[in-house]
């Protein structure tokens, strides 16, 4: 027993006590009005708070083709490790934050339904998702505190049973909202309640059932608004979901089973008895999705696919931040509004003349699908890392060609720039191509705005690795030509594929990437052999005196002779000749290295010659050029490889494991793959 007490005390000991007492506050409304004067901010309204919960989390700028961009740290959830974090759409998060902080200044989008539109998989619930998770944590923290009262000792104001002892406020109002309107600029002015940074403001009044009670009380006493803030306990709000606190979730389902009801609260047929009337606000349920997300967010799901019912409400309660609750007026809440919906919906929406006041009280957010590879790797990455995929190895670009095939099916083709898709990728993954610049970029997403909007979701490519993970066909391992493979015998059966045109292009895209694959291990196994630090060391060297010389116009020392020579002219050109540099530009890319080893010296810095992205391609090539006949890859493919060429092999293995990631099964593989292209003479 002892024993079983420890280990629960163990556990006991894991609460955090301070945070628990901070989060049970309760008070009187004076003590809630020193609070408001030492910290104004805990009456900020539900848009307010929801942008200063983003900015918390601090913001990171950085240029994009000529573009500066802000990335919002609040999207990568670092709070949940990352499980949420939205990738490569900064640019529609930044439309999101900036309409939050209008809305926030009172300019006008907090009058607005924010739809955010794109296809399906595009990471619109994911937004939603975070915003609820981050404002329910947000009312957790000293910064985001909020508050909300409690009505006590209500015997003889027509309160039954234990309501009569304690009545929450239905729907978490702002305390303030006890102060009668026509006093209300008054009282925050002579109380000092603003300071120099945050400016109290009250709007709205309080719900049926509250302004029931208080008028009640108002006449027990004869008027006297002091005795009945007797009656008012204020305590700290803590937003939560699962308890349908300030967040609420709404999700069309069949029109037999749902009613507007849902959204504004029902009549409670067993307090009818007790109170005599069906338009009693003690007889009525404040619990529809509006009335619970009170001070908070509510999320709508598929909001293009509600009945025209609920859209009348979901009209008033943008544009006029109200509810109305069956058999009582008009009643006030305040709270984002938050619908998502896919292409196709708002399609419908725009042919439909009756959803026009629905369209004029919408601010759309198109959030498409990525665009960069790097970006759409770091989603594959999420799920498919070492530490979720245990007993399984994945070969290096398995997730890279999957991210490369999925965004090929987004980008439209190049209608000018004699560009291939391909190339555009690259461009957009801020890869460095001879002759396009940054403005290049700026042209390709001007000439296809609609990009991103169409093409593989992502959840499709996770699909398809997953079974390529599950076939045990790749000795614990999978590759890039097994994924590939999964996902081109998925197009057959894809449900959101519209027709064969469009499946045979995704198809053609496959060949695109096998091809980019082909050169990216190619390449590898290239720099592979050529991982000899020494040899490639004394080539740049010899390579870097032969420019000196022929730039300076003077000699060089001969290595065995020692005596003065011509700058070796052969040695230059084959090394030039790797990375297509012609007889007529030889000049000017040794005056660029010479320039570049310069420009550091003057730094101070001393070169390197792995520093220089060309000149290391073109070395490695040279000296790849060199060693491969002594390797002679073309024998892997032989059943029989004498002791020497094996010793050979295995050290290009071991490097292929040690330098780019690979394990035994697939280093094997690619050199098997590889010395294949050999054989057949394609070795360009």
Not at 46 to 67: H, L, P, S, V
Not at 171 to 187: C, N, Q, V
Request: hydrophobic share 35%; aromatic share 8%; net charge neutral.
């Amino acid at each position: 027993m002892g024993d079983a007490q420890s280990l629960v005390g163990k556990i006991a000991a894991m609460q955090d006590y301070a945070l628990y007492r901070d989060l049970s506050w309760e008070g009187s409304f004076e003590e809630y009005l020193g609070l408001i004067r030492k910290q104004p901010q805990v009456t900020r309204n539900a848009f307010q708070r929801a942008y200063d919960m983003i900015i918390r989390y601090g913001t990171e700028e950085y240029t994009d083709n000529k573009k500066k961009l802000v990335r919002y740290n609040f999207f990568k959830d670092e709070l949940n490790g990352g499980q949420d974090a939205i990738y490569g759409l900064d640019i529609p998060l930044m439309r999101l934050v900036h309409v939050l902080k209008a809305a926030a200044e009172g300019y006008g989008p907090e009058k607005r339904v924010i739809l955010l539109h794109g296809p399906v998989g595009s990471s619109k619930s994911t937004i939603a998702r975070l915003m609820k998770k981050g404002i329910e944590h947000y009312s957790m923290s000293t910064d985001g505190a909020l508050y909300t009262f409690d009505w006590v000792n209500l015997d003889g104001v027509g309160m039954a049973g234990p309501e009569s002892g304690r009545f929450k406020c239905p729907m978490h109002e702002e305390p303030l909202r006890l102060i009668p309107p026509t006093w209300r600029d008054r009282a925050v002015k002579e109380l000092e309640l603003s300071n120099p940074t945050f400016h109290v403001r009250v709007d709205g009044d309080l719900d049926p059932a509250c302004r029931f009670i208080f008028n009640k009380l108002m006449e027990r006493y004869g008027g006297d608004w002091g005795k009945v803030m007797q009656h008012i306990r204020v305590r700290r709000l803590v937003l939560s979901e699962k308890d349908r606190i300030g967040i609420g979730t709404f999700q069309p389902k069949d029109e037999k089973n749902q009613d507007s009801t849902e959204l504004t609260g029902d009549i409670n047929y067993r307090k009818i008895a007790e109170y005599g009337s069906d338009s009693d606000p003690r007889a009525f349920n404040f619990d529809g999705e509006f009335n619970i997300s009170n001070r908070g967010v509510v999320e709508f799901i598929e909001v293009l696919k509600l009945d025209v019912a609920f859209l009348y409400d979901l009209l008033g309660a943008s544009q006029e931040h109200k509810i109305k609750p069956k058999k009582f007026a008009q009643t006030d809440i305040d709270e984002v509004i938050l619908g998502h919906t896919n292409e196709a919906e708002y399609k419908k929406l725009l042919s439909n003349e009756f959803m026009e006041a629905l369209r004029d009280r919408t601010i759309k957010i198109d959030i498409p699908y990525i665009t960069k590879v790097s970006e759409e790797i770091r989603i594959y990455e999420k799920d498919f890392n070492r530490d979720k995929i245990r007993g399984k190895h994945i070969a290096p670009h398995t997730l890279e060609v999957a991210a490369m095939w999925a965004v090929l099916t987004r980008l439209e083709d190049p209608k000018k720039h004699n560009l291939s898709l391909v190339q555009k990728m690259k461009l957009y993954d801020g890869k460095v191509l001879p002759g396009y610049t940054q403005d290049t970029v700026k042209e390709l997403r001007k000439e296809a705005p609609r990009e991103g909007m169409e093409g593989i979701s992502p959840r499709y490519v996770q699909d398809k690795i997953s079974n390529a993970l599950v076939n045990d066909i790749g000795e614990g391992t999978i590759n890039p030509f097994m994924v590939l493979s999964e996902l081109e015998k998925g197009l057959r059966h894809h449900s959101l594929i519209s027709s064969d045109e469009q499946r045979k292009r995704y198809g053609e895209c496959i060949g695109m990437v096998k091809r980019e694959y082909e050169e990216i291990v190619k390449n590898e196994v290239q720099r592979a052999i050529s991982a000899d630090e020494d040899a490639i060391q004394k080539l740049a060297a010899n390579y870097i005196d032969s420019i000196k010389a022929y730039t300076l116009k003077e000699k060089v020392k001969d290595r065995f002779t020692r005596e003065d020579v011509e700058p070796d002219e052969r040695l230059m050109r084959s090394i030039e000749e790797k990375i297509d540099i012609p007889e007529n530009r030889k000049d000017d890319f040794r005056r660029e290295i010479m320039n570049y080893i310069g420009a550091l010296a003057v730094d101070g810095k001393k070169f390197e010659w792995h520093t220089n992205d060309r000149l290391r391609r073109a070395l490695e090539l040279k000296l790849f050029e060199d060693q491969k006949d002594a390797i002679k890859l073309q024998t892997l493919v032989s059943s029989v490889i004498d002791k020497e060429t094996q010793e050979k092999i295995d050290i290009i293995k071991t490097r292929m494991i040690k330098y780019f990631g690979y394990n035994e099964v697939s280093a094997r593989d690619v050199l098997d793959y590889v010395a294949s292209i050999y054989a057949r003479g394609d070795t360009k």
